[in-house]
Structure formats: structure tokens, C-alpha cells
């Protein structure tokens, strides 16, 4: 007696709920995962993440790192006393003025005011009125120009916004904005805005 098993096998190409991967084994296409598996996947990587620091931390501090740094010439000495000695080097000079002196020039729109104004407001000391509009009908004169008086790391939000809702309401037109500079430290002082007419 002869006996024959025959087993009928279709093979698929296509899965119902595949995820499929890139040519690496580790990669995860997040967005193809249902909430559930992205927050293990979220809370899997946080873990990670917080382990290899705590491991990272037993080997070496962080005044090591800062040693190796220094060692590799990637930071410098002096760049840690600025604060202490009150000096400001050519690199933080440029860094702290450049970010305003996008702002200078002729004919600047009233949206820029506000970018100005923003940027400035984690060093706005206060903000003047320097000259008024003597050929203003109204008795009260209109303000011609403004001073912002800048200083490093004085943070003045509330004030920032109160002038960026004052220029909203005016929306008087184009303005020419000018820098001036602190003779001692080299770093910008004082931004005029003067509405043009």
C-alpha cells in the first residue's frame, strides 16, 4: 500500500498588517505604527536614552569634558571667564550684534519692526520716545522716534509687546532704523526707529 500526502501551501507576497522595514533591521517607519507600539517604541528609546547617560556619567564628568575640549583646542580658556572679567570677545560681539543689525536700514516695513522688536527683547533695558512730530495737527504730538536702550540679558517681554501692539495700531508705514554702539564693549546699545514721512 502506497500512501501520498499532498499539502497545498500559497505563498503572499502581501500581509494584511505588515510594517515594512528599510534595507537596516533597526529601522521603524514611526508613522506606519499604531499608538500603542509608538509609545513602547517612544518610551523604549527614552530608557535607552536615559540609561547610556547615567552610564556616560559614571565614566566621565563634566569637567573631563570640558578638559578634553579644551585639550582638542575646540573651546578656548578665555571664553569661560567673559562673564567674570566683564571683557566681550570678537566672536560674542558678532553673535550678539548681528542678530539686530538685519534690522538696519531704510524703509523697513512694520512687520519687521515687530521681528526687530522680538529679537531684541531678552536685551531691552527700555524703550524712549526721542523725537515728536512738530508738523502734527493734533494736540497731542505724535511720537517721530524711538529709542530702544539695549542691554545684554535685561529681559523686558512685557514691554516689547506693549511697543509691538503701539506699532500695530499706528501702522504708520515704513521706518529707517540705526545702531549705535557701546564704546567700551563694542556691543549695539541703542536702536533708533524714526517713521518716515
Do not use: C, H
Not at 4 to 23: Q, T
Not at 34 to 44: H, I
Not at 130 to 145: A, Q
Amino acid at each position: 500500500m502506497n500512501v501520498s500526502l499532498v499539502s497545498n501551501i500559497d505563498i503572499v507576497n502581501d500581509f494584511e498588517n505588515k510594517i515594512e522595514l528599510k534595507d537596516n533591521k533597526d529601522n521603524i517607519l514611526f508613522d506606519k505604527l499604531n499608538d500603542e507600539q509608538k509609545e513602547n517604541v517612544n518610551n523604549s528609546m527614552n530608557n535607552n536614552w536615559n540609561n547610556q547617560t547615567e552610564q556616560l556619567k559614571t565614566v566621565i564628568t563634566y569637567e573631563q569634558i570640558q578638559t578634553i575640549l579644551r585639550n582638542m583646542k575646540i573651546i578656548k580658556n578665555e571664553a569661560e571667564n567673559i562673564s567674570s572679567e566683564g571683557t566681550t570677545t570678537e566672536a560674542e560681539k558678532t553673535r550678539f550684534n548681528s542678530g539686530l543689525e538685519l534690522f538696519a536700514g531704510e524703509k523697513i516695513s512694520e512687520e519687521r519692526i515687530e521681528d526687530l522688536i522680538n529679537t531684541a527683547k531678552n536685551n531691552l533695558e527700555d524703550i524712549k520716545i526721542t523725537k515728536y512730530d512738530e508738523e502734527s495737527n493734533s494736540e497731542k504730538k505724535d511720537p517721530l522716534e524711538y529709542k530702544l536702550v539695549i542691554k545684554k540679558d535685561a529681559k523686558n517681554e512685557e514691554l516689547a509687546n506693549k511697543f509691538i501692539t503701539y506699532i500695530k495700531e499706528k501702522g504708520n508705514g515704513t521706518y529707517t532704523v540705526t545702531m549705535e554702539y557701546d564704546q567700551e564693549s563694542g556691543l549695539i546699545n541703542n536702536i533708533y526707529i524714526k517713521l518716515e514721512k
